[in-house]
């Protein structure tokens, strides 16, 4: 067994892995991204508002 199949045997093998192992994971993430989204959105809605009432103040 030479080295080029050797390396191809174990790319694969890592593909597969990867696959098996991260696909739950990044399925999970993909489920929980808006939620991430609206919690990241509640500071920069705030510091806006915040911008805004202050610029109508002067």
Do not use: H, K
Request: net charge negative.
């Amino acid at each position: 067994m030479n080295f080029a199949t050797l390396s191809r045997t174990w790319a694969i093998a890592i593909a597969l892995f990867a696959y098996i192992v991260l696909g739950p994971a990044l399925a999970g993430l993909m489920e929980l991204l808006p939620q991430i989204l609206l919690v990241l959105s509640f500071p920069v809605a705030i510091s806006y508002l915040l911008i805004q009432l202050d610029r109508t103040s002067d």
